[in-house]
């Protein structure tokens, strides 16, 4: 049989220096207690055994120990995902304010670039997509557009409704407000100008 492995050694604050290891082992009626984090250990997510390097709290030396994926307490990935998502969010969020100060200190033709219709657009993408209207109209033409194509001449003939799907979501997507006109709703919540009747005239 065989089975995936991984390797820990290497944790967080100490790296792969053995001598300063914090994750610690505990001997317990029956086996051992392990208490520890480690970090970048390739393949953990998919992996059959661990081989789990700490200190033993008796002798201070330290001892590999096999761990199986499913032991108690066994968590790959849980916190690391979460931190990677975080990192990504505060990484995102700095350029958009970079970006949306730039547009609004900036300007061309007597106008700051904020008040101009494309840079709104691209503004309002880096603000997020727009939950309502906008976005959900957007996707679902996208989604049937999809449809239609994957059935090749099937998609615009009635046995399959695609095709009527088709033209009722080009129906849905221009009432109550265009995408675009949403769209720049939403741009001129985020910057504090409307586009749509602009500043000024250029």
Known sequence: MQKVCVYALTEPDHGSDA???STKARKVPGGWILNG??????????????????QNTVTNQVNGFIVNSGSPGLKALSVA???????????AMGAYDTCL?????????????????????EARQDAGKH???????????E??????ELLGGNGIVTDFHVGKAFCDMESVYSYEGSYDVNALIVAREVTGISSIRPASRL
């Open 19 to 21: 001598s300063s290891m």
């Open 37 to 54: 984090q480690k970090r970048w250990p390739a393949n953990s997510s998919f992996a059959d055994v661990f081989v789990v390097l700490a």
């Open 81 to 91: 995902r979460i931190m990677v998502a975080w990192v990504a969010i505060g990484v």
């Open 101 to 121: 100060r730039y547009l609004m200190e900036r300007k061309q033709f007597g106008a700051p670039l904020a008040a101009f219709q494309l840079n709104q657009g």
């Open 131 to 141: 939950p309502g209207h906008a976005w959900i109209t957007k996707t679902a033409r």
């Open 143 to 148: 989604t049937v557009a999809l449809g239609r």
